[in-house]
């Protein structure tokens, strides 16, 4: 008998508690991990295709019309410290429950180790995205 392999951390995301805007900034934040250490590598961006996969299962709204505009606001406040903590705390004001906001981190925390090492600026995100979301 053929199984194919689950995604145990995704299962959350197919909860119906999770509203568009939340997913939404959910998808801006993992892109913000993604885009962190300059560099993007391709283990990082296929296990966001894989979650995207799972975010679109059932839903009305295919989860991917959110990948371009979050680029953008994370391409835009990636140099500009006032437009990246704008960006966080729109973020946080979706990502607004602490059941939420966990696997959101450990969302970002498993893109940025699908390369197998963290970069400094990966570590740095990490603990800002912590210390703001324990707020």
Not at 15 to 28: F, S, Y
Not at 83 to 93: Q, R
């Amino acid at each position: 008998m053929d199984q194919q392999p689950t995604e145990p951390f995704l299962h959350f995301i197919l909860d119906e508690t999770w509203t568009d805007a939340q997913q939404e900034a959910l998808v801006e934040l993992m892109v913000w991990a993604m885009y962190v250490d300059k560099s993007i590598r391709s283990e990082e961006n296929e296990l966001i295709d894989q979650i995207l996969d799972q975010m679109s299962v059932g839903d009305s709204t295919p989860i991917a019309q959110y990948l371009n505009p979050a680029i953008a606001k994370v391409r835009e406040s990636f140099h500009h410290e006032q437009k990246s903590a704008f960006l966080l705390e729109d973020i946080c004001l979706y990502l607004d429950d602490a059941d939420v906001r966990a696997q959101a981190f450990d969302l970002c925390s498993q893109i940025l180790e699908a390369d197998g090492h963290l970069h400094k600026d990966e570590v740095a995100f990490l603990e800002r995205i912590k210390t703001r979301f324990m707020q």
